[in-house]
């Protein structure tokens, strides 16, 4: 899948430890690295063309919030919810985002990248070219979502719920979906290895007689 890249200015200004920043309503251009930013919660802000790099996000609530071209590169984020968000061309690579909250939330060109986000929660979000590549997802809700051109590479999805979410072209083929839950309306052109199939036909309760 071909994911648009979040489109940085050539100089950052380094960040100068004044969360006021955040007061201002539009933070633009500013390098975030080996920061710890904690106890933060904005409504109606937009961050553009951002990098935060080898930094802690921890009790972060944006609501209204409108991320832009921005990356997060070996981040931990604990206890951080993106709420009726807006995600335009974001990348978390190699972070730790256990139980991150996007919920009610739009991701366009979105990409995970060898992330940890187990316990996190998408639930009524809509999704468009967007890529999980080998991601763990473990025991995430993707809970009442639209899905445009959404991709999972080499996941893990064990134990992960997709009630009431259509699943129609998605791919799950190269990933892990042990005990997913999913809504039997909705599993129309679905996309299963062998020996998932077997498994969704126990799922869905019925006996195959050898």
């Known amino acids: 899948m071909k994911i648009q890249k979040p489109k940085l200015a050539t100089i950052l200004e ?9 007061d201002e309503g539009y ?14 919660e904005k409504n109606d802000i937009k961050i553009d063309s951002c ?24 981040c931990e984020l604990e206890n951080v919810h993106f709420i009726k968000a807006n995600l335009y061309r974001i990348q978390f690579i190699n972070c730790r985002c256990m139980g991150i909250e996007i919920t009610d939330s739009l991701l ?6 060898s992330c940890n986000a187990a316990y996190s929660n998408f639930g ?25 051109h ?29 005990n997913i839950g999913v809504s039997e309306n909705l599993l129309k052109g679905i996309i299963l290895s062998p020996e998932q ?14």
């Not at 380094?14 to 955040?22: A, G, I, M, Q, R």
């Open 150 to 178: 959404l991709e999972f590479d080499r996941a893990c999805l064990n134990n992960s719920d997709f009630f009431n979410t259509n699943l129609d072209k998605i791919d799950f083929s190269s990933s892990d979906i042990n």
């Open 27 to 40: 933070i633009q251009d500013i390098k975030f690295d080996k920061e710890s930013l904690e106890s933060l």
């Open 124 to 148: 009524l979000s809509s999704f468009k070219n967007v890529l999980f590549h080998h991601t763990n997802l473990e025991n995430s809700g993707f809970i009442q979502c639209m899905f445009d």
């Open 14 to 22: 380094p960040f100068d430890n004044d969360l006021t920043v955040f």
């Open 51 to 74: 990098c935060f790099k080898d930094s802690i996000l921890k009790d972060i609530y944006f609501e209204n919030v409108e991320l832009l071209d921005i990356v997060f590169d070996h």
């Open 108 to 113: 366009k060109n979105v990409l995970f990248d």
């Open 197 to 210: 199939a077997l498994e969704f036909i126990k799922l869905l309760g019925i006996k195959v007689k050898e």
